[in-house]
């Protein structure tokens, strides 16, 4: 029998109870794992078990992925309109809609954010995304082309066929809905696996894709280790496409497995070290906000964190002060707790890894000039951190954190911070705050990154592609970029004339 997983939420923001399967879920059933073994969850609040889940393995991938092929051949694929699909997706996003409480709390029990910007932020994001993929369904279009009068020619866009799909524990509901939503859309079937640190929400999601009435095989959710079931998937012969969200090191080897084996496409969406440029006509109350929620957003755990603050020597000192404040006003504590705006890390190994960039800084001659410490006496909570007097090759300016951990440089010139905030591996994020509409665009035209904000930082749309340069990815997320790389182009040749 497969594992399940029951929590009533008494005494927390949300009142109600929950309870749903937990096994691998394949062909629309949840069973246990092929080897019986299973997964601890570790609630991020206390450190201790909150559930064991059923752990999926490299057999499970195959089971998944004969299922997933079966539904393309057979239910999915070229075998179901656009409109049908779209039908589906809406219903999926409706029952997101009426569960709304119930994912957001366990949301914020799995993975440690607080309650009310699961409930408030991910989840309604998460329904968009859904709804916005919904609309795009029967829209999936190719072209008509003339190349002379005896010839016509036209192109189809076609899914690609089963999918592998792995997503990292930092977002796990917004990140699941990122991934199936163009997916689906395009006609293809999927296999994917969450992190083993934040599954709860896919498996929840499992239920309400079955109860929607999506065909068997369509969606299949496996929770198991990076080096055996991502492995899998990575390198599964009769998987067509892999997409992952995750550190760029797990990235090349995600890629190298997709080249080793069947040369299957392949979409990454990794690590970033995000500059951040205050200039000194900014609004300051509104570049310190922003400057905030771009550092602290999620705990600092999101790969566009704009922890790297270029703040220009006319108002270095007064943006510190005030973003001084700000950081010290920020309220730690149970995610479901009135007035808490950053819960725990999510792991011990993350807040391990958090704490040894902390030292590093210190060690490195950097000032910590506030937090740096643990909060409390359990759980995985640290207290948000600012450093400033940093040079460029210090490890906190130069690696991602993925902590709450900002880094403040001061700069004198246009130029000399465009420099320095290129001056990386990574490029997903960039952000830019100033009054001068002509500096904000020439200097995010020269800024190499995916993405530029203009007087704020970290405000995404389902509508708007995300994705990053250089080593932070390939491909992108959200909007209509996002369908491009789950169809496969066909170009089909007519021939007019009587020879």
Same mark, same amino acid.
């Given at each position: 029998m497969p594992t399940s997983f029951s929590y009533d939420f008494?005494?927390? #923001?949300?009142?109600?109870? @929950?309870?749903?399967?937990?096994g691998v879920f394949i062909n629309n059933e949840f069973r246990a794992g092929s080897t019986k073994s299973t997964i601890d969850v570790i609630n991020p609040c206390d450190g201790k078990v909150l559930t064991k889940i059923d *752990? /999926? @393995? /490299?057999? =499970?991938?195959? %089971? #998944?992925?004969k299922a997933a092929q079966e539904a393309f051949d057979t239910t999915w694929g070229l075998n179901m309109g656009g409109l049908q699909r779209s039908a589906l997706m809406n219903k999926l996003a409706l029952l997101m809609d009426r569960d709304a409480d119930e994912l957001a709390a366990i949301e914020s029990l799995d993975n440690g954010k607080t309650?009310?910007?699961?409930?408030?932020? =991910?989840? $309604?994001?998460?329904?968009? @995304? !859904?709804?916005y993929y919904a609309g795009w369904a029967d829209?999936?279009? &190719?072209?008509? !082309? *003339?190349? +002379? &009068? $005896?010839?016509? /020619?036209y192109t189809r866009h076609e899914p690609i066929g089963v999918v592998g799909q792995i997503i990292p524990w930092n977002f796990p509901l917004l990140m699941f809905a990122w991934k199936i939503g163009p997916a689906l859309a395009t006609g293809n079937t999927i296999v994917l696996k969450p992190s083993e640190f934040t599954p709860l929400t896919a498996l929840k999601m499992c239920s309400l894709i079955k109860e929607a009435g999506f065909p068997p095989g369509v969606v299949n959710v496996l929770v198991g280790y990076g080096q055996t079931v991502g492995e899998a998937i990575s390198g599964h012969m009769d998987i067509q496409k892999v997409a992952f969200t995750g550190s760029t090191l797990v990235g090349r080897k995600v890629m190298a497995a997709a080249a080793h084996s069947n040369l299957k496409n392949v979409t990454l969406e990794l690590g970033g070290k995000s500059p951040n440029i205050v200039f000194d006509d900014a609004d300051l109350e509104q570049a310190v906000h922003w400057t905030a929620h771009g550092i602290f957003w999620n705990h600092g755990q999101a790969c566009c964190a704009g922890s790297r603050v270029f703040v220009q020597e006319g108002i270095y000192d007064k943006f510190l002060e005030k973003l001084t404040a700000k950081t010290r006003s920020i309220k730690l504590g149970d995610p479901f707790g009135e007035g808490i705006d950053q819960g725990p890390q999510v792991s011990q190994l993350q807040y391990d890894r958090i704490m040894e960039y902390i030292e590093s800084g210190k060690a490195a001659g950097a000032t910590l000039h506030t937090g740096g410490?643990?909060? &409390? $006496? *359990? &759980?995985?909570f640290i207290e948000p951190t600012i450093f400033t007097d940093t040079s460029p090759e210090m490890k906190i300016v130069r690696e991602e954190i993925f902590g709450p951990v900002g880094v403040l440089v001061k700069f004198k010139t246009e130029e000399e911070v465009i420099r320095q905030a290129n001056d990386t591996a990574y490029g997903l994020a960039s952000a830019v705050f100033t009054t001068n509409l002509n500096r904000a665009i020439n200097v995010t035209n020269k800024l190499h990154a995916g993405t530029a904000w203009v007087n704020c930082m970290n405000d995404l749309e389902a509508e708007v592609p995300f994705g990053g +340069?250089?080593?932070?990815? !390939?491909?992108?997320?959200?909007?209509? +970029?996002? %369908?491009?790389? +789950? $169809?496969?182009?066909? /170009?089909?040749?007519?021939?007019?004339?009587?020879?």
């Open positions: 008494k005494g927390h #923001a949300y009142k109600g109870k @929950t309870s749903f399967p937990t *752990e /999926a @393995t /490299a057999a =499970d991938v195959d %089971l #998944a992925v309650f009310s910007w699961s409930r408030g932020s =991910d989840i $309604t994001f998460s329904i968009k @995304t !859904i709804k829209k999936i279009r &190719g072209q008509t !082309i *003339e190349p +002379y &009068g $005896t010839k016509f /020619a410490k643990r909060h &409390g $006496t *359990e &759980g995985f +340069y250089k080593q932070s990815g !390939i491909g992108r997320e959200l909007g209509e +970029y996002a %369908l491009h790389n +789950y $169809t496969s182009v066909k /170009a089909v040749h007519i021939n007019l004339a009587k020879v």
